[in-house]
């Protein structure tokens, strides 16, 4: 017993010496082959933990969290560590595979010249969906609608989530509305918002995680969220011999997408093993593996060529020339703006 | 009341409180990711646990924060419950129950401004500060009603045949307080081990204990993995229990 | 002197402990919520220089914006609303059980109160997480309950992501902290009474509500007091199992810390709602104050 105890104990005293990487992501973002392999190059353990909104990693970095090593936020949020200045110059004669990068990535408005971030791959915010179950009430699987509309939602009532997160939300419903996502303009906010409020009692839940697993099991029927978590439902369902399929597709008024980025914390411990990190998630074999286990949409150009057909081909993770025109990338709201949304999404969130 | 209908309601009870655990444990054998229908069993998730360090760090940190929040928030609990009990201090009772009697949040959420203002590292350290700062009013309340249910004329009579303040409480009251102090201890230690709400603002990076690290698979995506590892929480902690009784069986049954 | 000494040798260190990780910290939030929030979360500074020298930093538009819309007065109501339910079915559930347990043999208390401490140590979150599993439509009871319901022409009923399954779970955690105290108080009974009430002619019903009933109200009282506080600061409960219309105003209150970062209403909020938590408890205690005092 007292043995037992010891075990314990000593498991949770860091090994001294041992070379740690904290990595801060978003969850389901890594495969964990990935993470093996990268541990037996550095001869190091990859530490992780996760969060599930941008609003999260941000308000974590606000309460002082330090020790992370590698961040990855999406455009926005990004936006917001530059400024803030939270973030480590990255050295890039330590970065080689940085040339794999499509131009078309680099230097975005969120850090010009990219002296903080490298991309590491991206995701639409989409509508995802029980094939069958669609097919048998017979809802339309290309349009906001279904989400935001009691004439749909009245066939799926309960059956239905949406993600937990106050920009995701909004953007779709201000798409669904026919506006920007990045419109700030309030008494569009205000539209948008009733527009939630309205198709809010046929939404069982607000989540931004667990949908994979409640899609999986069949709880769950539509939903809103990441192109990489439906690519694992999908997986999962498949693997789980389920008898339905699930499918998910851009709606038709257009979406978010997130292009996300790894970046240094400023209080990183470990900022050699960071970049050796990002250099090694640059490399093109490493990089499709990525997109191969999670499917998500890949920056890379030199991992193009590992990647398998069927989820190149997939225009919800890797859009094309047209759907690229409907989509859109977040702008970082200012503090006034953030706290207008805030007491919305309070409102969303209580009434 | 009825006898018949006391046991009848209380056998429910009980089987209000197990059953939704013997479902989780059940579940830890279930050979499918998902956790909704029974497909087969397997030793799969306890085989997994086993490579899953981050999970096992994390119960080491819980384990090792509630052993050291208890000890140290009996040693101060205990002074504060005789203290209560012998001397009649006005704002002592206020400071001691004042943390009981205020939604935990609240603890938790000051406690994060304030190492944040003072500039301290949220880590297993401010785990610990945070778990001994809740716990010594639960003990100081076991313990002051364990003395408030003795006669304090021992004590009295031990001055009076010449013993020495130190003398009269450390061969008088002390023994007589022990269970009271066992038990505390071990409500110390319940509570630490438990404790998600505090523990969730009061963290820092990679301090993570095993609530927070089943609030974040629970958030994401749970597999039996959570299943075996509250299985084997509680196997552990029986064990405990029951080497315990062996060692001092006064002190579990707490007379 | 020497008793002075002794005083403050024991009554010292849990105080300074006390003053240093409670008493401080709750200044520090009492003043965070008169503070402005900072540009990327935390707190603005408490001075601010300009042109014009240095002004203090200071403002009510926290509390100005609880008091201004009347939904965050009806979440803390819904919020109590949770916490009275729950406190009722604790009360009425853990009763039995404690009575019970007193009324065991002496043998086998020991168990019997071992066995309701020991889903305790199972983990507060995992029990949440059982119940998701119960009450998940694909689940034995959920489909026994439909079928049921089906007989009468009743459309199946969703439990999970339900306030109903909020309050299930809510009990569920808080029970063990009903029986406890209970148990302690009911033990103490002294089994002559009820021996002096019979010899008088009382039937059960009327030893019951008569002699032990009173007795044990402060137990009660202990009892409702440890259930009903910590539901109200609640958060992981409605998080995990209250869907769209389960929230309370605990997930409020983390929402300002960790995801709004606008800590001076995050701080505001838990004021709020600890100043009520206090005037309830306040007014119980003095209720139960008198009644105590009539009947003893």
Not at chain 1, 102 to 113: E, S
Not at chain 1, 143 to 164: M, Q, S
């Amino acid at each position: 017993m007292i043995r037992i105890l010891l075990i314990f104990i000593l498991l949770s005293v860091p090994a001294f010496g041992a070379d740690e990487l904290h990595l801060y992501n978003w969850n389901n973002y890594i495969a964990k082959e990935t993470v093996d392999r990268f541990e037996a190059y550095c001869k190091c353990r990859v530490i992780q933990d996760y969060y599930s909104d941008n609003e999260e990693l941000l308000a974590k970095l606000a309460a002082g969290a330090r020790g992370y090593d590698i961040l990855v936020p999406t455009g926005n949020a990004l936006a917001s560590l530059v400024r803030q200045d939270a973030l480590l110059r990255l050295d890039k004669k330590l970065l080689p595979n940085l040339k794999n990068i499509n131009p078309a990535y680099l230097n975005t408005p969120f850090d010009p010249g990219n002296r903080y971030s490298v991309p590491y791959a991206y995701t639409v915010t989409l509508i995802g969906y029980n094939v069958e179950k669609m097919r048998q009430l017979g809802l339309p699987t290309d349009t906001w609608a279904v989400i935001f509309d009691p004439k749909y939602l009245a066939r799926v009532k309960g059956r239905v989530t949406v993600l937990d997160s106050q920009r995701e939300l909004m953007a779709a419903a201000l798409k669904y509305l026919g506006y920007s996502a990045n419109d700030t303009i309030e008494s569009h906010w205000d539209r948008a918002m009733r527009v939630i409020l309205r198709a809010k009692p046929y939404w069982a839940a607000f989540n931004s995680s667990s949908y994979i697993k409640e899609l999986t099991v069949g709880n769950i029927w539509l939903v809103h969220g990441y192109s990489n978590d439906m690519f694992q439902a999908q997986n999962d369902a498949r693997a789980a011999k389920r008898k339905f399929t699930l499918g998910f597709s851009i709606p038709k008024e257009g979406a978010v997408l997130a292009l996300d980025n790894m970046v240094i914390h400023k209080y990183a411990s470990r900022p050699d093993l960071a970049h050796k990190f990002i250099n090694f998630m640059l490399d093109g074999k490493n990089s499709s593996e990525l997109t191969n286990m999670i499917g998500s949409g890949n920056p890379n150009l030199a991992a193009l060529k590992y990647i398998e057909p069927e989820i190149a081909a997939n225009p919800a993770i890797f859009p094309g020339k047209e759907e690229l025109k409907k989509l859109e990338m977040l702008q970082d709201l200012n503090m006034e703006q953030r706290r207008v949304l805030n007491r919305i999404w309070i409102k969303i969130k209580i009434e | 009341m009825s006898r018949k209908l006391l046991v009848v309601s209380g056998a429910a009870v009980y089987l209000f409180l197990y059953l939704p655990l013997l479902i989780v444990v059940a579940y830890s054998f279930n050979d499918s990711k998902l956790n909704a229908e029974w497909v087969g069993f397997t030793w799969h998730w306890y085989k997994l646990l086993l490579d899953d360090d981050s999970m096992l760090k994390a119960a080491g940190n819980s384990l090792m924060i509630a052993l050291t929040a208890s000890f140290a928030s009996t040693v101060l609990g205990t002074m504060a419950g005789y203290a209560l009990y012998r001397y009649r201090l006005k704002l002592l009772p206020v400071l001691i129950m004042a943390p009981l009697a205020i939604p935990e949040i609240l603890v938790g959420v000051s406690l994060l401004i304030f190492f944040v203002a003072i500039n301290l590292t949220l880590g297993l350290g401010t785990i610990m500060l945070s778990h001994i700062a809740f716990c010594v009013g639960f003990v100081a309340i076991v313990v002051r009603s364990r003395l408030s249910g003795m006669d304090e004329s021992l004590f009295e009579a031990a001055r009076d045949l010449g013993a020495t303040p130190w003398q009269a409480f450390r061969l008088v009251t002390l023994p007589l307080i022990a269970p009271g102090i066992v038990a505390g201890a071990l409500l110390a230690f319940t509570l630490s081990i438990d404790d998600f709400v505090i523990t969730f603002f009061t963290a820092g990076v990679g301090a993570s204990t095993l609530p927070l690290q089943i609030y974040s698979m629970i958030k994401i995506a749970v597999t039996p993995e959570v299943n075996a590892i509250s299985t084997l929480l509680m196997l552990l902690t029986l064990f405990l229990i029951v080497v315990a009784s062996r060692v001092s069986p006064g002190s579990v049954r707490g007379r | 002197m020497g008793k002075n000494l002794g005083k403050w040798l024991i009554s010292g260190p849990p105080v300074l402990y006390l003053v240093v990780f409670f008493v401080i910290p709750t200044l520090i939030m009492v003043l965070a919520s008169f503070r402005y929030p900072g540009e990327y979360g935390g707190l603005a500074p408490i001075m601010r220089h300009d042109a014009s020298g240095a002004h203090i930093n200071l403002t009510l538009e926290s509390y100005q914006e609880y008091f201004s819309d009347f939904i965050y007065s009806w979440l803390f109501l819904k919020t109590l609303a949770y916490a009275v339910i729950t406190t009722f079915f604790c009360l009425v559930m853990a009763y039995p059980l404690a009575l019970l347990i007193a009324k065991s043999a002496r043998k086998y208390r020991d168990l019997l109160v071992l066995l309701v401490i020991l889903p305790f140590w199972s983990n507060f979150l995992i029990r949440i997480y059982a119940w998701m599993i119960i009450l998940g439509p694909q689940s034995v009871f959920s489909q026994l309950l439909n079928g049921f319901l089906g007989l009468f022409g009743i459309d199946p009923v969703r439990l999970l992501f339900t306030p109903f399954a909020v309050v299930v779970c809510l009990i569920y955690v808080q029970l063990p902290f009903m029986v406890l105290p209970l148990y302690a108080n009911l033990e103490k009974h002294d089994p002559a009474l009820l021996d002096a009430a019979q010899d008088l002619g009382a039937n059960g019903w009327q030893r019951f509500w008569r002699v032990t009933f009173p007795l044990s109200l402060p137990g009660i009282y202990a009892g409702i007091a440890l259930v009903f506080i910590p539901v109200l600061g609640i958060f992981a409960v409605p998080d995990i199992l209250g869907g769209t219309r389960g929230i309370m105003i605990g997930n409020l209150i983390k929402q300002e810390f960790l995801e709004a970062r606008d800590w001076p209403f995050g701080s505001a909020l838990s004021i709020v709602l600890t100043v009520s938590a206090m005037i309830i408890v306040g007014l119980a205690a003095l209720a139960a104050r008198r009644r105590v005092g009539r009947d003893v």
